[in-house]
């Protein structure tokens, strides 16, 4: 009987938050459930491959499971689709998904490590606490999005784009839908990976385009929980679960929630001394170059917090649960590791990985190449430690940074084949560079805690009687170890923009805004786990000597005093959390009505367009209800983050003469053809020469004629009564209209 009521006791909260979902997230409450369920039962069967990567952790990696099984599905498809191989549908990507579970069975079956033998049963509180706060987080997130659910403003409109775009296709890389005939020649696979799982389950991409991030947002919160809680247990040797808890936990809402100290001196410290009132939560993103403004130096720097509540699905955004795997396969790799290449699952998935950033984000590839040499060396130093030592550690770390870089290009060649790199065009020196009061306002606060612990770990060497190298990496712990290469890489990251930037067509007016930002949102990332780390294992350490000490012995001083260390750390940490106060003005901001039930829009990404433009909306439903494939339709050709420019486009992912300008621009650095489509759209709606509207229609394609707001807008007088003759009106409501065009007109 005592044992059904703990069982019941145990199984409550997760009813009631099954209940509560379904309570506050309406009829979109089944496709959250969907993807939950999905998620968690690829993570299940891919557990055999994952506790032999993550055999160093508690929970034999049970949370990074959902997302190895993810990242490697949704590669095999993407594969066998490029190569032609399969097409892309959503058949196709629940046959690989099912061939890639039993290829997991079969390996835990080989390695005699079936699933039953997988699972940490040892742990099973931990990984319902695991799976709690993965739901609870998810759900957060995705109730929030209900207030804002659209896909419009930013970037939006581009994401969305490239996401219905794959929706339609049966081959990747999928038609570019601003730039007509031809396919993507940007990073895509960040919102590839979105559309897999839509097409994966079934349900519509309307609703995925918002369950993608916070999806991911949950992941950014549960993946440092559970690295950082190893690490934790690893450093401390502890039984006290409140304190590995506390710091996992901490660690999910300093990657996750958390803002930068310009929120804690704008938005709180100076409003209240009412010298500073403008305060926006944007602003802790647009700070050095924009307050004060500084002419050629408009820089950004994000963080994730700022990226889950604006909405956009990009490509860093998305990259986020990847990089966090491969920072969790790396601390694995560090305790565990055999030292033979060759021989180490972990450095083909980390090459695997690294392939996927290329196409997911290029940036990260490059950042986290970087992280994961660094860690190899440093692991393997001390795997070495013995003699011969730095000649052994050096000979396996070359080895596996060139294990590393073969698999990655080779599992990225089929990207490469069909993309053409001309955004960036150099490297430039800085030549503006961060006042110094912005630099410590943005980076301070985690410097100072990440710097003073380097120094604490370096001082050990002291310690050792013979005082040499191969004698601290004999003692050193991984925790500090693997902690030594993130804040070392993370401060890199902040001081690069410094130095020298990427150059791209931005340059004469943000020219490091792109190093900046996608450095240092990495750099926030690693600060959040390392913070988390830090400040927990100092403090609850101190803990530790305050209870088995004499204090009035060993207090000498401020900093000698373990009770005041305790103090301070505890001080600390909250000043830690305090940035989470970041989230709560952004909500305030942002999700209008929150958290009120009858404020809850639905998380459809689309419906705004119902009010917003109601017959252009009515059009581009017809299209998507009618229109399969992707046929050309012209639309008025627009300007990047313009309202409604190539809303026909993005909404539907069939491709039109030219989309937005700067983002074309950007992609392909090809101004002369750019500005001959632009031409080329205007004479197709306003000229009154039949044979050259003719040919052009024929040059492009062109199935469809759109006309509606923003072509009355931006064209004035449309020759409608020609174009008409051209094909048959398949559609018109108010002042919208859509003409199929004949095919002889088509040349078809």
């Not at 509180?125 to 207030?147: D, H, S």
């Not at 994966?200 to 991409?205: A, D, K, R, Y």
């Not at 060139?402 to 599992?411: Q, V």
Request: hydrophobic share 45%; glycine share 8%; charged share 15%.
């Amino acid at each position: 009987m005592k044992i059904k009521r703990n069982y019941l006791i145990k199984i409550a909260p997760a009813v009631l938050l099954v209940v509560g979902a379904y309570w506050l997230l309406g009829s979109d409450f089944f496709t959250f459930l969907i993807w939950w369920e999905m998620i968690c039962l690829l993570g299940l069967v891919f557990m055999p491959v994952t506790s032999r990567i993550f055999r160093g952790f508690d929970d034999n990696g049970w949370m990074f499971s959902k997302v190895l099984a993810v990242a490697v599905c949704g590669y095999v498809q993407w594969l066998l689709a490029c190569l032609k191989i399969t097409p892309f549908t959503g058949m196709t990507c629940v046959i690989i998904t099912v061939i890639c579970c039993l290829g997991s069975i079969l390996y835990g079956i080989k390695c005699k490590n079936r699933i039953t033998n997988s699972l940490p049963w040892e742990q099973t509180p931990l990984v319902y606490r695991e799976e709690i706060l993965f739901f609870l987080v998810f759900l957060f997130w995705t109730y929030l999005a209900g207030f804002h659910p659209a896909a419009h403003g930013t970037e939006k409109y581009m994401d969305f784009g490239f996401m219905q775009s794959m929706m339609r296709s049966t081959t990747l890389p999928a038609q570019d839908m601003w730039f007509a005939g031809k396919s993507f020649n940007y990073y895509y696979g960040g919102q590839y990976l979105a559309v897999f799982l839509t097409k994966l389950t079934g349900t519509s991409v309307e609703i995925t385009y918002n369950l993608m991030r916070t999806m991911v947002a949950a992941f950014a919160f549960v993946l440092p929980f559970s690295l950082v809680r190893q690490m934790l247990k690893d450093k401390l040797r502890t039984g006290r679960k409140w304190s590995l808890d506390l710091g996992g936990i901490l660690a999910g809402m300093a990657v996750s929630m958390s803002g930068n100290f310009h929120y804690i001196i704008y938005g709180i410290i100076l409003r209240l001394l009412k010298i500073k009132t403008d305060y926006w939560f944007p602003s802790s993103t647009r700070y050095i170059g924009f307050d004060p403004a500084v002419t050629g130096d408009e820089t950004i720097h994000e963080f994730p917090s700022y990226s889950f509540v604006l909405g956009d699905l990009h490509a860093h955004v998305i990259n986020v649960f990847l990089v966090l795997t491969v920072l969790g396969i790396l601390y694995s790799w560090m305790k565990t590791n055999s030292g033979k290449s060759w021989r180490q699952k972990e450095i083909g998935l980390l090459g695997l990985l690294l392939g996927m950033f290329l196409f997911s984000n290029t940036w990260d590839f490059m950042i986290y190449y970087v992280v994961i040499c660094g860690t190899l060396l440093l692991g393997n130093l001390k795997r070495y430690s013995s003699d011969p030592f730095i000649s052994q550690a050096l000979k396996w770390s070359v080895i596996q940074w060139g294990e590393l870089l073969s698999a990655a290009f080779l599992a990225s060649l089929p990207f490469h084949l069909s993309f053409e790199n001309v955004m960036v065009q150099g490297i430039g020196i800085v030549k503006i560079h961060t006042a110094f009061y912005q630099f410590c306002v943005l980076w301070a606060f985690p410097l100072l805690v990440c710097v003073l612990f380097v120094i604490g770990i370096l001082k050990k060497i002291r310690t050792f009687p013979d005082k040499k190298i191969r004698s601290f990496f004999s003692n050193v712990k991984y925790p500090d170890l693997y902690g030594l290469v993130l804040v070392l890489c993370a401060m890199g990251l902040i001081f690069i923009p410094e130095i020298v930037y990427v150059r791209d067509i931005y340059e004469k007016t943000a020219p490091r805004a792109n190093t900046m930002f996608k450095l240092t949102y990495q750099a926030y990332i690693m600060f959040g786990i390392m913070m988390a780390y830090i400040l927990v294992s100092f403090t609850v350490t101190r803990i530790k000597r305050c209870n088995g000490a004499d204090n009035a012995v060993i207090c000498k001083g401020l900093l000698r005093c373990p009770r005041r260390q305790v103090l301070t750390g505890i001080i600390v940490i909250l000043l830690l959390i305090s940035t989470c106060g970041y989230l709560e003005n952004a909500i305030i901001h942002w999700f209008g009505g929150f958290p009120k039930r009858s404020a809850y829009q639905t998380l459809n990404a689309t419906n705004y367009l119902e009010n917003a433009i109601p017959d252009d909306a009515a059009g581009i439903r017809w299209l998507n209800d009618n229109v399969n494939g992707q046929p050309v339709v012209l639309e008025a050709s627009g300007d990047s983050y313009k309202d409604y420019d190539n809303r026909v486009s993005a909404m539907t992912g069939l491709p039109t003469v030219l989309g937005w300008y700067v983002h074309e621009w950007l992609w392909r650095n090809n101004l002369e053809e750019e500005n001959q489509r632009k031409e080329d759209v205007q004479t197709i709606y306003t000229s009154s020469n039949a044979e050259q509207i003719k040919s052009l229609i024929e040059k492009y394609k062109i199935s469809y004629l759109f006309i509606g707001s923003c072509e009355v807008e931006k064209y004035g007088e449309i020759n409608s009564e020609f174009l008409t003759s051209l094909g048959k009106v398949v559609f018109r409501q108010g002042e919208t209209m859509i003409i199929e065009v004949f095919d002889g007109e088509r040349g078809d």
